[in-house]
């Protein structure tokens, strides 16, 4: 009851934003509001199902292009076009996880990895298609979306609903079947859970809200670029995983938060305290060090710490 | 001592999310690409803007204020460019904005400066799509593009009648390919009978040369252009060199002094070299004290890069003065109304059509000379914009084939 | 060649100790720039200088991957795989800036010492003395690597710690010392391959990142944990790099990693890897 009062709240704040903070602040929420959404469809396969995927960038990536793709080349309606992107992304999960699901845990992160790079380097270089390594700019989105605040709550409501409908896969028998095989996997196979197939279709559903995510990004910049796909971009979600705490739902999506203003602030810390040279890497990565050792079960594991404390 | 520290880090965050307004300040803003592959030409950029901020306020500001740089780090990504310029006009209220160095984050940076209305100049990134293909009302470029450095290189290599069969080495990502694309268009019209027999095209950043040099050499071309730049190019000549690739093959080449300085005395001698603004040639009464100033601030001669973005403030400073206003509608007026500003480099104006500024393209023979402890350009010959530039009537042309 | 030194030492690593490594072109930039230091710190005129360099770095930075293993690695071989690879990546990125405070952005260079500047002729065509150098080396080290796995008595351990670490662990040796000295081994290996690169290419930042892929590629390919797959793995990639920009140019990029999932879909373990056992 009081966790559906806090969301409660929270969700009135999120509605309340626009109100209460700067404009810029609106633009940056809608940015960890998408890559809440990509946190938490990557914490499917981390937390719930025990598959480390590192290269559901791609699937991000291509949630975008097919959205700019369809919308610029094409020229269908920004509508169809955004709902035509997690569904790309879902058939390239499903047809990579139907390959990917047969591996052992560390082979499956370097196929998935191997396919991200793959897609990263065709689009990259496709230059005719994918406009390289500019990207392609200025992407048509509805008259509407022009305007930040618009965009903002149309991100937010999709949010919602995404989550919504992610918390209720988690906690259906599916949901509860592949916890099963993430505790132990013979153990679940014995009671029937037909693993491989299980695992396929949380890649796929992962896919389908990681090209959601990517789709949702589109409009913020009214472009895309190659790195959206590339390699480091898979690491972030996994980091605001890390933050967030794993085994909590909402958790990757705190810590998408948290990873977004630290790296919005941290060029402008640096500003502030007169240095020159904008060393922002290392307090990423320190960050993430000291994460690791100390708060191995992110922000969520640290509350409830507190909360067994008190 | 958990909860005051959490407490001491919350203040300063809410701190820095205000921001400290200040309404006498002119605010002028970049976002460039301090980190990763392009941190030392960014790194020149922003010391070049020091100077020219530094030479403002000594003088008195502008209209009177203060002038105040805020530079933030881009990350070589363009959505994170993109956002911080976002960030600088919506929260730091910034007047006039500068570019990065890359053209793919110059490109993202370009559609915030239109969309929020705030003049942008451009020093380093050169991609032509940026003023051409997706250009606007507030982006002006103070480098030469790529079409002028791929155009000049041509007509420059047009000019030896010896050379039939070419050979291009570029980096893989925008600025090698549009280089290419324009030095190709000019040569095959001034001269039909050369042939570029193969075109390759490394990562930026590449490591291991090997299978380049033997495939050049399988080609066995009259001339190397090469268009690689930075590390790139330093690890290309330090590969090729032992393969004897130079021995016999001419090279052209983008001699910007980060390499020449580098390379030191490892330098190919004789090379036919091309560069945007080289402090050694210039002789503007100008320049000899910011290369005192430059020198002073980083014990330094300045790159291309720094001249460049010094110039981008002192031509927006002097735009804010002839417009008396920091209106940035008036400020955009008086850059675009063809006045002629003065620059390191010679009095420039911007083109009105695509707002490209007449900057002049510089090129020579790289040789040793008695004043520097590097090779340099010399016999220098200098290309005015007038004739390098895209044609004012072939821009719509270019225009209308994207929108297809 | 370069590449087979960086991946034997990675292969060494994750066959040992599971760890997928990003930090791996790290500790090969550190390496380029320390040789830098020593270099013009000796002098680049003197001859012995690019010698001195070419020992020192690459220990230390296997005196450096061994405290890394010490004070990191260690506390998290229990954890999930996923902490690994994050714990890797922030190294990445702290490296990245130590190695941008210390030396700055300014791209470094280091000469080739004279004896290897030249070129020799080998079926008529030139080839630059100090490729075949490079050759030598990776042969010898591959040889050595060889050597000490199958034919010493700490070789016989590391493969019994590659095989089964319980059972090592069991039988009363100090496992984790094992590891730290294998982790520092592959370090140093990967501290010569930067060594070695120093005077071919040019020292900037970035050079990390630009080559881990790569690395991660070929030892993939090659099968983890197996040296000869690195140095087959190693030899294919340069091939198919070589043809890649001959045939298509646009695509060699491309081509790299269509060949690591094709391999990793026929062949998961790599072309001379061993299927790996199912995780307890």
């Known amino acids: 009851m009081a966790r559906l009062v806090g969301l409660g709240a929270l969700v009135a704040v999120l509605i309340a934003l626009p109100a209460i903070v ?18 938490v469809a990557t914490n499917l396969l981390f937390g719930y199902a025990g598959m480390i995927s590192f290269g559901q960038a791609a699937y991000y990536g291509i949630g975008a292009y097919t959205l700019a793709l369809l919308v610029m080349t094409v020229g269908v309606p920004f509508a169809v076009g955004f709902v035509a992107a997690p569904l790309v992304a879902a058939l390239f999960a499903a047809i990579v996880g139907f390959f990917c699901v047969r591996l052992t845990i560390i082979y499956f992160a370097m196929l998935t990895l191997g396919f991200a790079q793959l897609l990263y380097s065709i689009v990259f270089q496709w230059v005719s298609v994918t406009g390289g390594d500019d990207g392609l700019h200025g992407v048509p989105i509805p008259d509407a979306f022009h305007q930040a605040t618009t965009y903002y709550y149309f991100t937010l409501a999709t949010t919602i609903v995404s989550l919504g409908v992610m918390w209720r896969i988690v906690q259906s028998p599916f949901g509860y079947a592949l916890r099963a095989i993430r505790d132990n996997r013979e153990r679940a196979e014995f009671n029937g859970v037909n693993l491989r197939h299980y695992q396929l279709i949380a890649f796929t559903i992962a896919g389908f809200f990681c090209g959601l995510a990517g789709a949702l990004f589109v409009p913020v910049n009214k472009a895309v670029f190659p790195n959206l796909l590339f390699w480091s971009k898979s690491a972030e979600p996994l980091f605001a995983i890390l933050l967030g705490g794993i085994r909590q739902f909402l958790g990757p999506a705190v810590g998408a938060a948290i990873f977004i203003l630290l790296e919005q602030f941290t060029s402008k810390f640096w500003y502030l305290l007169g240095l020159k040279s904008v060393y922002w890497p290392i307090v990423m990565g320190s960050v993430i060090v000291i994460l690791i ?16 404390a008190r | 001592m958990r909860i ?80 911080e310029l976002k960030e600088l006009v919506l929260n730091e209220k910034i007047d006039l904005a500068l570019g990065p160095v890359s053209s793919g984050v110059g490109l993202a940076m370009s559609e915030v400066a239109k969309e929020f209305r705030v003049p942008i100049c451009m020093h380093t990134a050169n991609t032509e799509r940026m003023t051409v293909e997706r250009g606007h009302r507030y982006i002006f470029q103070l480098v030469p593009n790529t079409f002028m450095e791929g155009t000049m290189v041509g007509m420059r290599a047009a000019e030896k009648k010896e050379w039939k069969r070419y050979v291009l080495i570029g980096p893989d990502y925008d600025y090698g390919r549009t280089v290419a694309a324009a030095f190709t268009a000019k040569i095959k019209q001034l001269r039909p009978d050369v042939e570029i027999v193969k075109e390759f095209w490394p990562k930026l950043g590449e490591p291991d040369f090997t299978s380049y040099v033997t495939g050049i050499l399988a080609q066995k071309p009259d001339v190397l252009y ?27 080449w983008l001699s910007e002094l980060d390499t020449l300085r580098v390379l030191g005395p490892e330098m190919l001698e004789g090379v036919m070299g091309h560069t945007r603004a080289p402090f050694y040639a210039i002789k503007t009464k100008e320049m000899g004290p910011f290369i005192e100033k430059y020198r002073e601030k980083t014990k330094d001669y300045p790159s291309d890069w720094a001249i460049q973005a010094y110039d981008c403030v002192s031509v927006l400073a002097q735009a804010v003065e002839a417009a008396k206003s920091l209106d940035k509608e008036k400020v955009v007026d008086v850059l675009a109304s063809g006045r002629k500003f003065k ?10 059509e695509d707002h490209m500024g007449s900057v002049p393209y510089y ?33 719509d042309k270019e225009r209308e084939k994207v929108k297809k | 060649m370069i590449l087979f030194l960086l991946a034997s030492g990675l292969t060494l690593i994750f066959g040992a100790l599971r760890v997928l490594n990003f930090a791996h072109g790290s500790f090969y930039m550190i390496s380029a720039y320390l040789s830098y230091a020593v270099v013009s710190t000796l002098g680049e005129s003197s001859v012995a200088s690019f010698w001195v360099a070419l020992v020192v770095a690459p220990i230390a930075i296997g005196i450096l991957g061994g405290l890394v293993e010490l004070a ?83 070789g016989r351990t590391i493969r019994a710690v590659v095989y089964d670490r319980h059972m090592v ?14 982790f520092a081994l592959g370090c140093w290996l990967a501290g010569l391959a930067g060594g070695l690169m120093a005077p071919m290419g040019s020292i900037t930042l970035g050079m990390d990142v630009e080559i881990i892929v790569e690395c991660f590629v070929v030892v993939v390919v090659g099968g983890m944990g197996s040296i000869l797959g690195a140095l087959l793995g190693a030899l294919l990639i340069g091939e198919i790099y070589a043809f890649g920009i001959l045939i298509v140019p646009r695509f060699a990029l491309a081509a790299l990693f269509f060949v690591m999932t094709v391999v990793l879909i026929v062949r998961p373990w790599g072309l001379l890897g061993k299927p790996e056992k199912e995780r307890a």
């Open chain 3, 72 to 154: 990191f690695f260690r506390r998290i071989y229990a954890r999930e795989l996923e902490y690994q690879l994050l714990l890797t990546y922030g190294l990445v990125l702290i490296f990245s800036d130590v190695v941008r405070f210390i030396w700055g952005e300014d791209y470094r260079s280091v000469s080739r010492p004279a004896i290897l500047g030249g070129r020799a002729l080998i079926a008529g065509k030139p080839v630059p003395v100090y490729i075949i150098f490079l050759i030598v080396v990776a042969g010898l080290i591959g040889a050595g690597l060889w050597l000490l796995l199958y034919r010493t008595k700490l």
């Open chain 2, 4 to 83: 005051q520290r959490t407490l001491l880090i919350l203040v300063i965050l809410l701190v820095s999310l205000v921001g400290v307004a200040d309404a006498q300040t002119v605010k002028i803003g970049t976002a460039t690409d301090l980190t990763g592959i392009g941190a030392l030409i960014a790194k020149a950029g922003v010391a070049g803007m020091e100077i020219g901020v530094e030479e403002l306020n000594k003088r008195g500001g502008l209209l009177g204020r203060k002038v105040e740089l805020i530079v933030r780090d881009s990350k070589l990504r363009p959505e994170i460019g993109a956002r």
């Open chain 1, 293 to 308: 050792f100390t708060l191995p079960r992110g922000l969520a594991g640290l509350l409830a710490r507190v909360r067994l």
């Open chain 2, 226 to 252: 090469s268009i690689l730049w930075g590390g790139d190019m330093l690890a290309f000549i330090k590969q090729a060199k032992p393969y004897g690739l130079f021995d016999k093959l001419p090279l052209i």
């Open chain 3, 169 to 182: 662990a069991a039988l009363g040796i100090n496992v984790p010392r094992m590891y730290s000295l294998v």
């Open chain 2, 343 to 352: 620059t390191l480099r010679g009095e420039v104006y911007f083109r009105k």
């Open chain 1, 22 to 39: 700067p404009a810029f602040y609106v633009q940056l929420t809608t940015e960890i509001l998408v890559m809440a959404v990509f946190s």
């Open chain 2, 363 to 395: 090129a020579g023979v790289v040789k040793k000379t008695p004043s520097y402890s590097f090779m340099t350009l010399t016999d220098i010959k200098t290309y005015p914009a007038e004739q390098i530039w895209r044609p004012v009537t072939d821009i």
